[in-house]
C-alpha cells in the first residue's frame, strides 16, 4: 500500500510532466491505471480521497443470500 503522501507526489509528478514510465519506476506502482485513479481522485475529491482504507468492507453469507433472494424475486415480479 502507498501512504497518502506518497501518491500525492507522484501524481504531482505526473502533473510537472515527469514520464508515467519514471514515475512508476520510482514509487514502484505496478500498473499505469493506478496512477491516473490517484490523479482523478486528488483532482475531483481532494487530497484526502487518497488516504488509505484502514477495512475493507465485510458481509456475512446470510445477508448475502438474503439479497440475492430479493433481487431474484424482483426480476421475476
Known amino acids: 500500500m502507498f501512504s497518502k ?5 507522484a ?3 505526473l502533473i510537472q510532466g515527469i514520464p508515467q514510465s ?6 514502484g506502482i505496478k500498473g ?5 485513479e490517484w490523479h482523478r481522485r486528488l483532482k475531483q ?11 475493507k468492507t465485510y458481509y456475512d453469507y446470510s445477508f ?3 439479497v440475492v433472494l430479493v433481487r431474484h424475486k ?3 415480479a
Open 5 to 9: 503522501e506518497t501518491k500525492i507526489k
Open 45 to 55: 475529491f481532494g487530497p484526502e480521497s487518497l488516504a488509505e482504507k484502514q477495512y
Open 64 to 66: 448475502k443470500i438474503r
Open 22 to 27: 519514471k514515475i512508476m519506476r520510482k514509487y
Open 32 to 36: 499505469s491505471a493506478t496512477l491516473y
Open 74 to 76: 424482483i426480476k421475476k
Open 11 to 13: 501524481v504531482f509528478e
